[in-house]
Structure formats: structure tokens, C-alpha cells
């Protein structure tokens, strides 16, 4: 029987970091099972709140944050090694508890900012650790610290080639006061950042060991569904139970907030037990509420002017007096996030504390929730971090842990809570649908002048001076050198439940302003490149990969009959890239041959990683562009399983191309970099292939001819 | 309930549970092996295969009664050290992202060059088009199981016939 261990912070060490990490008090960690087997009768000793070393060498990697594929583990692992001089193949990861002194006071993994936000705390608490180390191997051997190498796990005495391993320092090194400004190294002396180092987690993920959320155990656990009201914000009128309680190994019926759960011997049986509850709703307001309708109240918020995002020059005066005015409106549905692996969550609620096994992206959200729920002090709450079968942004929401929670609180058991697909798909927190229209005008020698947008769509991130800024980010950015652009908002809001989305408002609005773009290139008799060329001009990044996309792709060279190319470029989460489609239509298909995707972002950890994550994005985004999208009707989400939302599948899977630029800028994020590029150079390609612009995602069949 | 009795990656396996149980959660709960997935319950998605007498089967549609006397094969069972060509090859590629799917990708694929040695694109596109991905690795899933069959070519002496699974 496979168990989750429960763990305790086994014993504190005060170790007096570094201000460099920005941290005051390390701590030990206990060991995982894992990490257990392996160093039996070794004692663990922290370094800082990162790093622990045990007696037998072996180096524990604590990560703040959730690997859902992005590659943390494996990256941030790197950036600690890098400066720590440890033995690559020694190194053993965990996932850190919540702690708001060591991880921040939103301890969680979003905005692609893992790489971003390591780059420096990382390396300098591999730093600290090893200067620690070649301290204590000094004082062991009476000699001074400059006299003392370290490398590959080891302190070398450079005088005389003795040698103390890291576990044997260890011990001596947790007693000694952290030096603040531990040297650095220069990108020149690097020997594991931006080498493609295999992934540390891929051993666990061939051969079906590696932890998922739904994968937890307790000892005593039972296992739970919950019915929900199929109308957002519907509730509980009444309900019998009786042929519920009938199904062999349901064990107990019990109304929570969010609807009624059924608690089995196995989760077969809860869903059995689920299918047999007669539940009577209250559906509430939104019972009638249905796509059209939606779309009608967005139409109409862009009929009258909303609050302004960003003004260049004076937009609406030189539309009165432009000559041809350009005018379109774009469109994009209600997405759902579907990781592969359903919202599920582990609780074990106690009087005196309470376990929370999970897949969540946002740790401090899991912690406060499961706090509030229980009246337990956070130091009685523990978050165990499980891996995350993708997140995207779903698993930024607390709704699954606050069910869980709820749950085996109300049966004083543990309870593994289980989404099926269809709970998962109905009752998501989605990417919000968006109504934007925009307006342009050119001027006398066909280059852009005017550049007038109003974007209605739910706010999903907060309302300031009445813009919701991921409403409109990706519009009220564009970096193009035109001289009058006006870009406004108006919320507009039917209540479907929203969240971040992988790439969150590039997501769509990159498809509309580069779609828009090259509508505005088409009129002017420009083409996508010399347009993007001439506007990017002061944008020497953003011109870079445009440059190094289109020179890959052939920008301008003959293709076999029937195919066409375009292109869209982004600068999003503090990277860019470019990608250009090669697309046709063969017998009423649109078929995508080829994306080719150069990017920059910035000082490159693991070059793999970045070129699967491109892929990866471009995927997702494709999965969008060509067949998702979420229907409302009656209030209730019409899509229920993979046959209703379809997603990308390996026989529509083009060959990717992905071409790094070199720099030694500042890191950018990666896990959202290509998503918001891939439809719009899709729909270029359409463009000039057939001469029909594309304006609403999904693309359908009868867009194509 | 009823006993059900079936061989587990070569183990005699007996289990007492409802007859329309599906293996995918006598698997997961009952048998707490979990390295076979949950994803749609409908198998729309494979995330859940394993491989039934050799051949790849959606395990979240398949009652356990259907397994009685049959061999059945999952992630746990393919070697006892990710030494299958599959599981070499998803290694030497890093196709993996966050994983959740790749239990069913590798069963599937190694039910795949079972029957079909050297698979063409199309042979690899019909087959795996029933396993998503939400992550997107879906080009290093096509190289990786070409890698894992030249692997069984050389380990066979160039004349592979199959057999992977």
C-alpha cells in the first residue's frame, strides 16, 4: 500500500541567514520517504532555508515552488548548484511547507515567475551554504578559507589535495553565522546554468511513482464526490439521500457549502453513490443565462465609450478626421483550463490540526483557506505540496481544498475528494470570453495612424481607475510606433466564475491586436513582416525575434501549393518570441505544418526546458485557436468531457522549431511565453491563404473557404 | 461483490469488489497502484491505459469482472527498473513535463511497438491519437517511441519482431 507520510518539521536549527537571501532562521526539514531510505541514521543539516545537507552527502533541494511541468525542480535545482559546487547527482528535491518568513507572503507558482524570481535568492543561498562549508573545512583543518576549493561536492585543501565531503562539513557549517555577500559567479564561469540537464523529475514520471494530488493516501481515508449545482451559483434546496446510502460502500451523506458530498469505501463507489442522490436546486439568478445572451451584453458595453487604459497622441480626434477607417471586432469564448489530471484534494481535519495534501499552485491560498475553515492557527495547518498534473492557472483556485476540507470536517476522517472530468470541465474557474472591437486608420503612405480599441470582457484580476488590467493586457501594451492609440475597457460581467488562464489576457487579446495588425498591414498593401519591421523599429528585442523567426521560416520563399504562412510576435511575462505558422486547407481542414518560434528570454537556465516549454505553450495555444471553447446554456456549461472540448491531439501536432536568442539579460519567465502567439499566426496564415480574416476563436470549418 | 481473480503484472491477484468496478479504480483504490491515471472516465483521453492480455485497454471503462483470468499490465509492471525500451527512450529524450498522462503514453506505445516494431508516423498518429497530452509533448512522444524502437532493433540483433510490451 502506497502512503503519503505525514510530516513534521522535525527540529529547528538556527542558522542566522545571510540578509543576501533576504531570510533570518533556517530550519531542518524532515526527510521524505524517499530521501529517508537513503540516508538512514544520517542527520539533516540546514544550510538555510533551501538547502540541507545530510551526513551521507546527500543534498536536499527545498522548493517553494509547484512543478506542474514548467520544469522548477529541474531549473532551480540548477541555479542552486550552480554556486553551491554539490555533486549534480547527489541532489534530492522537496517541496517546501508554507512559510511566509522563508517563501514570501504569497508562497505559490504563477506568472511564469519560478526562473524570474530564483534567479538571484537561488544562487545566492547556494552561495551562502558553500561559503559556509569551505568556513568549516578551513577551521577542520586549521588553514585559511582562500586556501579552499569547492567542487563537486567536496572542499579540495588546494595546498596539499586533502579533501572533506559536504556531509562531513555539513554538521560544522549549520553552526557557523551566514556570511552576507557570498561571491557570485559571472555567466562566464557557469558550468550548469544553461546546460540542458535531464530532468530531475523525469525518473518518477516513466514509471508511475511520481506523487500527483489524486495519487495521496491516508491511513483510515475515505473517499468522497461531491454534487454541485450545475448553475454557477445555484444552491441546495432540499435533497434525499435515501437510495444514496443504498449503494453498496457508501458510507455517509453530508451537505457542505458547495453542494452534497457522498463518502464511499472507494471512489467507484462515492460517484455510484452520487448518481443515485435526488437533489432539488435552487439555481438563482443566473438560470437563464446563455451564450448569446453574454455576447449581447459585451456588444453593447462597446457601444458607448469605456474608462481609458492607455492614450497615445488623440486617437478619437484623428479618427474624425482619417479618411478610410479600418473596423473590426474580435471575439474569443469562455475557455476551461483541463489538466489532464481533475481538481482533487487529500484533507485530513483533526481537533488539534489539519493535513492538506494537493496539487495547488498558490500554497498560501491552500494554508489560509484550510486556516479559515477549521479556526486552526497556521502554525496547525500543514500544506503538503503534491505534483500537479498541469495547472495553467486552475490550480491557483482554492475551491477544490475548501470542498476537501469542508468535508472531512464534517465526517472527522480523512477524505481524498475526486473531480470527475465533467465536474472539472462544468465547474472551472475559466479564462474569461472577450468582445473587442476595434477601429483604425492609416495614413497617406498606408502605415498605421490611428489605432482605436474597446475591449469588454469580465474583470478577472481587479478593477483600478475602471480597468481590469488582464482584460487588456496584450492591448493597452503593444509596443508598434503608432502615433494616436486609444485602448478602453468596460467591464461587462454575467457572472461566470473566472481565473487566470495559461498567458491570462495575452491569451486572446494578442490574437486580436496582431490579427488586427496585419488587417491593418492588408489595407495599407504592406506586408506582415515590413509592418512589424517599421513599427518595431525603437523595439530591438521584439525586432530580433521577429528578424530570426522569419529568417527560419523562410519568410518570403516559395511553399508548395496551397500553403501559406503569417506571423504574430508578443511581448509578454518579461520574454519575447515571434512564431510564424505554414499552414493549408486539405479536403475542409485546416492543417498546421510547421511553427517556427524564436524567443528571448533573457539568461537561459536549461535550454531544454525552454525549448519544451515553447512547444508546449504553442500547443495550448493551438488547442484554442482550432478547437476549444466553452458554451453557456441555461446557466449551466454545455461542454461536459473531451468530446465536447476538444483539445490538440499527436495527429494534428506540427513540427515546432524553436530557436533561442543568446543573452545575458535579465531572466525571463517561459511556462506562458508562446501561447498567445500561435493563434494569431494561424489566422494570418488563413488570411493569406484564402483572403477571409478569421475574428472569432475558435476557427470553424466554415472559416476556412 | 464478487471475488475476481486475474493476474497483476505477473502476480495471481485476487480482488472482492462490486463486478462493474471498473480496473481503473480497483488499480488506484483498492489496490493503491497508482501510477495508472484518472482523466476523463470516458476513454476520451487515455490516461488511464494498461495493457489487457498484451493489448492496450482504457482501464476507466473496463469492469473488473471483464479482467477475470486475464493478464493485466501497468506502469508498475513494465520492468522492474524503467529498463523497457520505452521508458529508456521517454528517459533519453526528457519527454515528460508534468507528467500525468505519460503512464498511459507509455502503455500505449509499448503496446504499440508490441504489435508493430518500426511505426510509421501514421502507424504512431492513430494509435497515440487516443492519449492527450495537455502539455504539449507531443513531438518528443513521436521521436522517443522511434528512439525506443531503434533500441529494440539493436537489442534484438536487428531483427526485431516485436514483442515489446
Same mark, same amino acid.
Given at each position: 500500500?502506497?502512503?503519503?507520510?505525514?510530516?513534521?518539521?522535525?527540529?529547528?536549527?538556527?542558522?542566522?541567514?545571510?540578509?543576501?537571501?533576504?531570510?533570518?532562521?533556517?530550519?531542518?526539514?524532515?526527510?521524505?520517504?524517499?530521501?529517508?531510505?537513503?540516508? #538512514?541514521?544520517?542527520?539533516?543539516?540546514?544550510?538555510?532555508?533551501?538547502?540541507?545537507?545530510?551526513?551521507?552527502?546527500?543534498?536536499?533541494?527545498?522548493?517553494?515552488?509547484?512543478?506542474?511541468?514548467?520544469?522548477?525542480?529541474?531549473?532551480?535545482?540548477?541555479?542552486?548548484?550552480?554556486?553551491?559546487?554539490?555533486?549534480?547527482?547527489?541532489?534530492?528535491?522537496?517541496?517546501?511547507?508554507?512559510?511566509?518568513?522563508?517563501?514570501?507572503?504569497?508562497?505559490?507558482?504563477?506568472?511564469?515567475?519560478?526562473?524570474?524570481?530564483?534567479?538571484?535568492?537561488?544562487?545566492?543561498?547556494?552561495?551562502? !551554504?558553500?561559503?559556509?562549508?569551505?568556513?568549516?573545512?578551513?577551521?577542520?583543518?586549521?588553514?585559511?578559507?582562500?586556501?579552499?576549493?569547492?567542487?563537486?561536492?567536496?572542499?579540495?585543501?588546494?595546498?596539499?589535495?586533502?579533501?572533506?565531503?559536504?556531509?562531513?562539513? !555539513?554538521?560544522?557549517?549549520?553552526?557557523?553565522?551566514? =556570511?552576507?555577500?557570498?561571491?557570485?559567479?559571472?555567466? @562566464?564561469?557557469?558550468?550548469?546554468?544553461?546546460?540542458?540537464?535531464?530532468?530531475?523529475?523525469?525518473?518518477?514520471?516513466?514509471?508511475?511513482?511520481?506523487?500527483?494530488?489524486?495519487?495521496?493516501?491516508?491511513?483510515?481515508?475515505?473517499?468522497?464526490?461531491? +454534487?454541485?449545482?450545475?448553475?454557477?451559483?445555484?444552491?441546495?434546496?432540499?435533497?434525499?439521500?435515501?437510495?444514496?446510502?443504498?449503494? &453498496?460502500?457508501?458510507?455517509?451523506?453530508?451537505?457542505?457549502?458547495?453542494?452534497?458530498?457522498? *463518502?464511499?469505501?472507494?471512489?467507484?463507489?462515492?460517484?455510484?453513490?452520487?448518481?443515485?442522490?435526488?437533489?432539488?436546486?435552487?439555481?438563482?439568478?443566473?438560470?437563464?443565462?446563455?451564450?448569446?445572451?453574454?455576447?449581447?451584453?459585451?456588444?453593447?458595453?462597446?457601444?458607448?465609450?469605456?474608462?481609458?487604459?492607455?492614450?497615445?497622441?488623440?486617437?478619437?480626434?484623428?479618427?474624425?478626421?482619417?479618411?478610410?477607417?479600418?473596423?473590426? %471586432?474580435?471575439?474569443?469564448?469562455?475557455?476551461?483550463?483541463?489538466?489532464?489530471?481533475?481538481?482533487? /484534494?487529500?484533507?485530513?481535519?483533526?481537533?488539534?490540526? /489539519?493535513?492538506?495534501?494537493?496539487?495547488?499552485?498558490?500554497?498560501? #491560498?491552500?494554508?489560509?483557506?484550510?486556516?479559515?475553515?477549521?479556526?486552526?492557527?497556521?502554525?496547525?495547518?500543514?500544506?503538503?505540496?503534491?505534483?500537479?498534473?498541469?495547472?495553467?492557472?486552475?490550480?491557483?483556485?482554492?475551491?477544490?481544498?475548501?470542498?476537501?476540507?469542508?468535508?472531512?470536517?464534517?465526517?472527522?476522517?480523512?477524505?481524498?475528494?475526486?473531480?470527475?472530468?465533467?465536474?472539472?470541465?462544468?465547474?472551472?474557474?475559466?479564462?474569461?470570453?472577450?468582445?473587442?472591437?476595434?477601429? @483604425?486608420?492609416?495614413?497617406?503612405?498606408?502605415?498605421?495612424?490611428?489605432?482605436?480599441?474597446?475591449?469588454? /470582457?469580465?474583470?478577472?484580476?481587479?478593477?483600478?481607475?475602471?480597468?481590469?488590467? +488582464?482584460?487588456?493586457?496584450?492591448?493597452?501594451?503593444?509596443?508598434? @510606433?503608432? &502615433?494616436?492609440?486609444?485602448?478602453?475597457?468596460?467591464?461587462?460581467?454575467?457572472?461566470?466564475?473566472?481565473?487566470?488562464?495559461?498567458?491570462?489576457?495575452?491569451?486572446?487579446?494578442?490574437?486580436?491586436?496582431?490579427?488586427?495588425?496585419?488587417?491593418?498591414?492588408?489595407?495599407?498593401?504592406?506586408?506582415?513582416?515590413?509592418?512589424?519591421?517599421?513599427?518595431?523599429?525603437?523595439?530591438?528585442?521584439?525586432?530580433?525575434?521577429?528578424?530570426?523567426?522569419?529568417?527560419?521560416?523562410?519568410?518570403?520563399?516559395?511553399?508548395?501549393?496551397?500553403?501559406?504562412?503569417?506571423?504574430?510576435?508578443?511581448?509578454?511575462?518579461?520574454?519575447?518570441?515571434?512564431?510564424?505558422?505554414?499552414?493549408?486547407?486539405?479536403?475542409?481542414?485546416?492543417?498546421?505544418?510547421?511553427?517556427?518560434?524564436?524567443?528571448?528570454?533573457?539568461?537561459?537556465?536549461?535550454?531544454?526546458?525552454?525549448?519544451?516549454?515553447?512547444?508546449?505553450?504553442?500547443?495550448?495555444?493551438?488547442?484554442? !485557436?482550432?478547437?476549444?471553447?466553452?458554451? *453557456?446554456?441555461?446557466?449551466?456549461?454545455?461542454?461536459?468531457?473531451?468530446?465536447?472540448?476538444?483539445?490538440?491531439?499527436?495527429?494534428?501536432?506540427?513540427?515546432?522549431?524553436?530557436?533561442? %536568442? =543568446?543573452?545575458?539579460?535579465?531572466?525571463?519567465?517561459? @511556462?506562458?511565453?508562446?501561447?498567445?502567439?500561435?493563434?494569431? !499566426?494561424?489566422?494570418?496564415?488563413?488570411?493569406?491563404?484564402?483572403?477571409?480574416?478569421?475574428?472569432?476563436?475558435?476557427?470553424?470549418?466554415?472559416?476556412?473557404? | 461483490?464478487?471475488?475476481?481473480?486475474?493476474?497483476?503484472?505477473?502476480?495471481?491477484?485476487?480482488?472482492?469488489?462490486?463486478?462493474?468496478? &471498473?480496473?481503473?479504480?480497483?488499480?488506484?483504490?483498492?489496490?493503491?497502484?497508482?501510477?495508472?491515471?484518472?482523466?476523463?472516465?470516458?476513454?476520451?483521453?487515455?490516461?488511464?491505459?494498461?495493457?489487457?492480455?498484451?493489448?492496450?485497454?482504457?482501464?476507466?471503462?473496463?469492469?473488473?469482472?471483464?479482467?477475470?483470468?486475464?493478464? %493485466?499490465?501497468?506502469?508498475?509492471?513494465?520492468?522492474?527498473?524503467?529498463?523497457?525500451?520505452?521508458?529508456?527512450?521517454?528517459?533519453?529524450?526528457?519527454?515528460?513535463?508534468?507528467?500525468?498522462?505519460?503512464?498511459?503514453?507509455?502503455? +500505449?506505445?509499448? +503496446?504499440?511497438?508490441?504489435?508493430?516494431?518500426? &511505426?510509421?508516423?501514421?502507424?504512431?498518429?492513430?494509435?497515440?491519437?487516443?492519449?492527450? /497530452?495537455?502539455?504539449?509533448?507531443?513531438?518528443?512522444?513521436?521521436?522517443?517511441?522511434?528512439?525506443?524502437?531503434?533500441?529494440?532493433?539493436?537489442?534484438?540483433?536487428?531483427?526485431?519482431?516485436?514483442?515489446?510490451?
Amino acid at each position: 500500500m502506497i502512503t503519503v507520510r505525514k510530516v513534521d518539521r522535525r527540529s529547528f536549527l538556527k542558522v542566522g541567514l545571510g540578509s543576501a537571501a533576504g531570510l533570518t532562521i533556517g530550519f531542518a526539514l524532515p526527510e521524505s520517504a524517499r530521501l529517508t531510505a537513503q540516508t #538512514a541514521g544520517s542527520r539533516v543539516f540546514a544550510l538555510n532555508g533551501y538547502i540541507h545537507i545530510g551526513a551521507d552527502d546527500t543534498v536536499t533541494l527545498v522548493l517553494a515552488k509547484s512543478e506542474m511541468g514548467q520544469g522548477p525542480m529541474t531549473a532551480l535545482s540548477q541555479l542552486l548548484a550552480e554556486e553551491l559546487e554539490c555533486d549534480w547527482k547527489r541532489i534530492h528535491t522537496e517541496f517546501a511547507p508554507v512559510d511566509p518568513k522563508l517563501y514570501g507572503a504569497m508562497q505559490g507558482t504563477f506568472g511564469s515567475m519560478s526562473v524570474r524570481t530564483g534567479w538571484d535568492p537561488m544562487r545566492k543561498a547556494g552561495a551562502t !551554504a558553500r561559503e559556509m562549508l569551505l568556513q568549516a573545512a578551513a577551521q577542520k583543518w586549521g588553514v585559511d578559507k582562500s586556501q579552499c576549493r569547492a567542487e563537486n561536492g567536496t572542499v579540495l585543501n588546494t595546498a596539499n589535495n586533502q579533501r572533506l565531503t559536504f556531509g562531513a562539513l !555539513a554538521e560544522d557549517a549549520a553552526k557557523l553565522p551566514a =556570511p552576507a555577500g557570498a561571491p557570485l559567479k559571472s555567466p @562566464g564561469d557557469f558550468k550548469i546554468i544553461g546546460k540542458s540537464l535531464k530532468r530531475l523529475d523525469t525518473p518518477l514520471k516513466v514509471n508511475g511513482t511520481a506523487k500527483f494530488g489524486l495519487d495521496a493516501k491516508l491511513p483510515g481515508m475515505q473517499y468522497a464526490v461531491l +454534487a454541485r449545482c450545475p448553475v454557477f451559483g445555484g444552491k441546495v434546496k432540499s435533497f434525499d439521500d435515501t437510495k444514496a446510502k443504498a449503494v &453498496p460502500g457508501v458510507k455517509q451523506v453530508v451537505q457542505i457549502s458547495n453542494g452534497v458530498a457522498v *463518502i464511499a469505501d472507494n471512489t467507484w463507489n462515492a460517484m455510484e453513490g452520487r448518481r443515485a442522490l435526488q437533489i432539488q436546486w435552487d439555481e438563482g439568478a443566473l438560470a437563464n443565462l446563455d451564450s448569446a445572451g453574454i455576447r449581447k451584453m459585451m456588444a453593447d458595453a462597446t457601444e458607448k465609450p469605456g474608462a481609458v487604459a492607455r492614450k497615445v497622441g488623440d486617437a478619437p480626434a484623428a479618427l474624425n478626421t482619417a479618411g478610410k477607417k479600418i473596423e473590426a %471586432v474580435y471575439e474569443a469564448p469562455y475557455l476551461s483550463h483541463a489538466p489532464m489530471e481533475p481538481m482533487n /484534494c487529500t484533507a485530513d481535519v483533526r481537533a488539534d490540526g /489539519c493535513d492538506v495534501y494537493a496539487a495547488t499552485q498558490i500554497q498560501t #491560498a491552500a494554508h489560509q483557506t484550510a486556516m479559515q475553515i477549521t479556526g486552526l492557527s497556521g502554525d496547525k495547518v500543514k500544506i503538503h505540496t503534491m505534483f500537479l498534473g498541469g495547472g495553467f492557472g486552475r490550480r491557483g483556485g482554492a475551491d477544490f481544498i475548501q470542498e476537501a476540507v469542508e468535508i472531512s470536517k464534517a465526517v472527522g476522517i480523512p477524505v481524498k475528494l475526486t473531480w470527475s472530468r465533467e465536474d472539472d470541465m462544468t465547474h472551472d474557474l475559466y479564462r474569461p470570453a472577450s468582445y473587442t472591437k476595434f477601429t @483604425g486608420a492609416l495614413d497617406a503612405e498606408g502605415w498605421p495612424a490611428v489605432w482605436h480599441t474597446r475591449v469588454a /470582457c469580465p474583470s478577472f484580476a481587479g478593477m483600478r481607475n475602471g480597468v481590469d488590467f +488582464a482584460a487588456v493586457q496584450g492591448i493597452d501594451d503593444i509596443e508598434y @510606433g503608432i &502615433p494616436n492609440i486609444q485602448v478602453e475597457y468596460t467591464k461587462a460581467d454575467p457572472g461566470i466564475p473566472t481565473t487566470y488562464w495559461r498567458s491570462v489576457g495575452y491569451s486572446q487579446n494578442t490574437f486580436f491586436t496582431e490579427s488586427f495588425l496585419d488587417e491593418l498591414a492588408a489595407a495599407g498593401g504592406k506586408d506582415p513582416l515590413e509592418i512589424r519591421r517599421r513599427l518595431l523599429a525603437k523595439n530591438p528585442r521584439m525586432l530580433a525575434v521577429v528578424e530570426l523567426a522569419a529568417e527560419k521560416a523562410n519568410w518570403g520563399k516559395p511553399l508548395p501549393a496551397g500553403h501559406a504562412r503569417g506571423i504574430a510576435v508578443v511581448n509578454n511575462i518579461g520574454s519575447f518570441n515571434a512564431q510564424v505558422a505554414e499552414i493549408s486547407v486539405e479536403k475542409g481542414k485546416l492543417r498546421v505544418h510547421r511553427v517556427v518560434c524564436a524567443v528571448d528570454c533573457g539568461e537561459v537556465v536549461n535550454p531544454q526546458i525552454v525549448e519544451a516549454q515553447i512547444q508546449s505553450g504553442i500547443v495550448y495555444g493551438l488547442s484554442a !485557436a482550432l478547437k476549444s471553447g466553452i458554451t *453557456i446554456k441555461n446557466g449551466r456549461v454545455e461542454q461536459q468531457n473531451f468530446n465536447q472540448y476538444e483539445v490538440l491531439r499527436i495527429d494534428e501536432m506540427p513540427v515546432v522549431e524553436v530557436h533561442i %536568442v =543568446p543573452s545575458h539579460q535579465a531572466p525571463g519567465g517561459i @511556462g506562458e511565453a508562446s501561447t498567445p502567439s500561435t493563434a494569431p !499566426a494561424v489566422a494570418n496564415a488563413l488570411f493569406a491563404l484564402t483572403g477571409k480574416r478569421v475574428r472569432k476563436l475558435p476557427i470553424r470549418s466554415e472559416d476556412l473557404a | 461483490m464478487a471475488t475476481i481473480k486475474f493476474s497483476l503484472n505477473g502476480k495471481a491477484q485476487s480482488v472482492d469488489v462490486s463486478p462493474q468496478m &471498473p480496473l481503473l479504480w480497483v488499480l488506484r483504490d483498492t489496490l493503491g497502484m497508482t501510477g495508472t491515471k484518472f482523466g476523463c472516465g470516458m476513454a476520451l483521453c487515455g490516461a488511464c491505459t494498461v495493457h489487457l492480455n498484451g493489448t492496450a485497454i482504457r482501464s476507466c471503462i473496463t469492469p473488473i469482472s471483464t479482467v477475470a483470468g486475464k493478464n %493485466v499490465l501497468t506502469i508498475e509492471g513494465l520492468s522492474p527498473d524503467s529498463s523497457h525500451a520505452v521508458q529508456k527512450a521517454w528517459t533519453e529524450l526528457d519527454v515528460p513535463q508534468c507528467g500525468y498522462c505519460q503512464s498511459g503514453q507509455i502503455m +500505449a506505445a509499448a +503496446a504499440l511497438l508490441g504489435k508493430k516494431a518500426k &511505426p510509421t508516423d501514421a502507424d504512431i498518429d492513430e494509435v497515440m491519437r487516443g492519449n492527450i /497530452c495537455r502539455c504539449g509533448t507531443y513531438q518528443g512522444i513521436r521521436s522517443a517511441i522511434h528512439r525506443a524502437s531503434e533500441i529494440l532493433t539493436a537489442s534484438n540483433g536487428g531483427s526485431n519482431k516485436g514483442g515489446a510490451a
